[in-house]
């Protein structure tokens, strides 16, 4: 974020070193001229927000061309003279021009001014900062630390292989978006990229969704039915959560892992799978292959390249950028220009975001609603304990909130308070699993990209 910037313009020695020991001065980016003719140009060019400016050191050509130059709007000036009657500084400051200083100067005044224009600027900057992202991004990926650069980096080299890959990271650290970002980067880009969550496939229709059905295979099969692996013909498959695929059919992906070959539901005839595939889970491998949830001899098989996510909590600097990108792209959406105070953004940088970036995106998007303008740290709920605010802000549903925000606040309110268990959501909900996965699917995707 850039920050305010002064110019200074003041020959006499001892003024120039008082200014430049007050705070209010060195807290703004420093911009000094010593050329004596030429400094309206230079301050032109700058494009400084506050100039200082000693009047007695110019001559009177330079400050009458500041009486027309564009500069005297776009710059407050805090003019310094000696006192002399100068009918050309009064015609500035007729225009507005900001303030002017007289011999002696009183140094607490001077910098009080500074304080409260550095303060006005800030929110300004913070204003118009609530329309852009300053982040990188590689393919889908927004994040500019050092952990994403080096994940960029992974991706870029497994997308062109054509390997399996393992994408293995916390719940919400982006894996559907880097499995999409690796297709996008790979020769199948053309082809379709075709996610599914496994923990969200029923038992009894695992197999049609996985290789399809055809006609009358089984009551309610009224026509043919394309599974995953023919929707994804020719492109990229994710399987996301696989570690939650019931065991049984771990042994038909494996097959169909091994030969290419698998036959729909119902249908004698064997089809050739031509997909890339790349899988993902939260949970922790080495425990889920232990406790015979997954199967070890599919963890090789898909693991051909195993990647690493980092999570948000190791990303320096990113929870603010992300943040600030979030609502930059919901500001764009709604035409609006609602911002974070600083003290949400200190909120922001030092939680430690345990659902990762999926928690802060409905973090922001839960406080877009409910902010008028300014969102303040009670606007951000996060899953901090300490953090009294969600009774404060969610108690009283605001007047004309529209219904699709506050079922999206039920649903994201509930599913934390279910430390992020979807099954007991829906459930207390009383919606169904795969209707609470389609709704986060939704929130997750049109939101803000
Ligand atoms: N680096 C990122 N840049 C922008 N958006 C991101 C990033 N990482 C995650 N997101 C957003 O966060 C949300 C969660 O991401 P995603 O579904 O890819 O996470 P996940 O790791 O697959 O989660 P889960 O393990 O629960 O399935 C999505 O809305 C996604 O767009």
């Not at 000693?54 to 050509?61: A, I, M, R």
């Not at 003279?81 to 140094?107: T, V, W």
């Not at 053309?190 to 496939?201: H, Q, R």
């Amino acid at each position: 974020m850039s920050s305010p910037k002064l110019f200074m313009h003041v020959q006499d020695p001892l003024l120039a070193s008082n200014l430049l020991s007050l705070n209010g001065v060195r807290q703004y980016e420093l911009n000094i001229s010593h050329q004596n003719e030429n400094w309206l140009n230079q301050l032109s060019v700058s494009k400084c927000d506050v100039a200082l400016i000693e009047v007695n050191s110019l001559d009177d050509v330079a400050l009458k061309e500041l009486i027309n130059s564009p500069a005297l709007y776009q710059t407050e000036f805090l003019f310094f003279s000696e006192g002399e009657p100068d009918p050309i500084l009064d015609c500035l400051m007729q225009k507005g021009a900001g303030f002017h200083y007289r011999s002696p100067y009183n140094l607490k005044l001077i910098e009080s001014s500074l304080e409260e224009v550095f303060c006005d600027l800030n929110r300004s900057y913070e204003n118009t900062n609530t329309q852009t992202s300053y982040l990188d991004q590689f393919g889908l990926l927004v994040g500019s630390s050092t952990a994403m650069h080096s994940l960029y980096r992974t991706i870029r080299k497994v997308a062109t292989t054509k390997a399996n890959a393992f994408i293995m990271g916390e719940s919400g650290t982006g894996k559907e978006l880097i499995a999409n970002t690796m297709h996008v980067f790979s020769q199948r880009a053309e082809g379709p990229f075709v996610a599914i969550n496994c923990g969200a496939l029923s038992p009894e229709l695992i197999d049609s969704e996985l290789f399809g059905h055809v006609k009358g295979a089984f009551t309610g099969a009224h026509k043919d039915h394309q599974g995953v692996f023919e929707q994804a013909e020719g492109g990229t498959l994710f399987l996301d959560e696989v570690t939650e695929m019931p065991y049984e059919q771990q042994v038909k992906l494996l097959r169909v892992l091994e030969s290419g070959e698998y036959k729909p539901v119902g249908s004698q005839q064997v089809k050739m799978a031509d997909v890339r595939i790349v899988a993902a889970t939260n949970r922790t491998l080495s425990d889920a292959i232990r406790d015979e949830v997954f199967r070890e001899d599919l963890y090789f098989r898909l693991a051909q390249f195993p990647i690493m996510v980092p999570t948000l909590r190791d990303r320096e600097g990113d929870a603010c950028g992300l943040a600030q990108h979030f609502l930059a792209y919901r500001n764009a959406q709604d035409g609006q220009h609602k911002h974070f105070s600083e003290l949400s953004l200190e909120k922001i940088n030092r939680y430690s975001w345990p659902g990762n970036v999926r928690e802060l995106k409905h973090a922001v998007e839960r406080a877009y609603i409910l902010a008028d303008s300014v969102i303040h740290p009670e606007h951000l709920v996060t899953n901090d304990l300490s953090d009294q605010s969600e009774t404060d802000t969610t108690a009283g549903i605001p007047i004309g909130m529209r219904l699709d925000d506050m079922e999206k606040i039920a649903i994201l309110k509930t599913l934390k308070n279910n430390d992020g268990n979807k099954t007991d959501t829906a459930n207390q909900l009383g919606i169904s699993v795969k209707t609470l996965y389609n709704k986060l699917d939704k929130y997750d995707h049109t939101d803000f990209l």
